[in-house]
């Protein structure tokens, strides 16, 4: 009788939304790269072009912050990626390649491919950012990458995850993709992260099992970053990150960073994984700072961290 109450109350439930997430994949049709269309939004009246892309789980709001400290300078287009936010989630393995195209199409759509403008992102967002500056060079002047993760293997980012809540091992942990299938029970607002907005969070809550699992799997884990990188060794670029970050460790994306002639690094003291979250004012004016001001920045790999 007990084992029959455990199944009516717990198990049952949560094989019925797991069933449902499966189906309504199902449902979706396949990606179409000429047809499937991104969500985004065009931001601001600046004459300096920047694409912003946001990392796994994300959407285009999580750039909502302090805007005016950047709309008057520069024009930003906001993009939700394949599987997140408010864009298509069709049946797709979601890899590199796939994300790339997708955001080819919005690019040359709204001229944001003029060789002027800055492609940048969060965490998976900036080795997106990263792979289409190498696939498209002549497109973007420069790139920035903010909280870039960088691990030489999945037993690495296995080891670093280690250390976090019970939330974030699993939904990292080969299980994932199980667990995403019930995300809707899971993520409630007393499993939400400390360090995320509500606004972010229920953002958070719009992929499906397979826009998440195949984005870490097949992006963040199997992403050769070196290898990319050697292809545009002479482009500007700027690196942000948070000095305690313990999802993408500091030191990962330092040696990335002097793999280029011409990188720049800027970090926050106090900052984390989200540290965009709480100090919009500061990334803004350090983009800012890189993109058309004069002045050099005084943090830079040779003398602040060898």
């Not at 080795?127 to 002549?138: N, W």
């Not at 960073?257 to 004012?281: P, W």
Request: hydrophobic share 40%; charged share 25%; net charge neutral.
């Amino acid at each position: 009788m007990t084992l029959l109450l455990i199944s009516i109350v717990f198990i049952l439930p949560v094989v019925a939304i797991a069933s449902y997430q499966h189906y309504k994949i199902g449902k979706q049709p396949a990606y179409d790269a000429k047809e499937t269309l991104l969500n985004y939004e065009i931001i601001g009246s600046g004459e300096n072009k920047l694409v912003l892309l946001h990392g796994l789980t994300g959407s285009l709001h999580y750039w909502k912050r302090n805007l005016e400290s950047i709309t008057t300078t520069h024009k930003l287009l906001l993009v939700d990626l394949l599987g997140f936010g408010d864009s298509p989630k069709p049946q797709s393995d979601y890899s590199l390649s796939i994300q790339l195209q997708a955001l080819e199409l919005i690019l040359n759509k709204e001229e944001f491919n003029d060789g002027k403008t800055i492609i940048a992102g969060h965490s998976m967002g900036a080795m997106i950012s990263l792979a289409l500056l190498e696939k498209q060079p002549t497109w973007f002047k420069a790139g920035i990458f903010i909280s870039i993760p960088v691990y030489k293997n999945a037993d690495e980012f296995k080891e670093i995850m280690s250390s976090h809540s019970f939330v974030d091992r699993i939904s990292t942990s080969k299980f994932s993709k199980y667990i995403c299938m019930i995300h809707p029970i899971f993520m409630s607002s007393a499993f939400k992260p400390d360090n995320l907005t509500d606004d972010v969070y229920e953002d958070a809550k719009k992929h499906h099992w397979m826009s998440y699992y195949y984005s870490l799997t097949k992006v963040i884990l199997k992403t050769d970053l070196y290898a990319i990188v050697k292809k545009i060794k002479d482009k500007d670029v700027l690196f942000i990150h948070g000095e305690k970050d313990t999802t993408a460790p500091l030191e990962n994306a330092l040696k990335l960073s002097r793999e280029f002639k011409n990188a720049q690094i800027i970090t926050s003291s106090e900052g984390d994984h989200q540290f965009f979250l709480k100090e919009a004012e500061f990334v803004w004016n350090t983009i800012k700072d890189f993109t058309i001001s004069e002045k050099k920045l005084k943090k830079t790999i040779p003398n602040e961290h060898e």
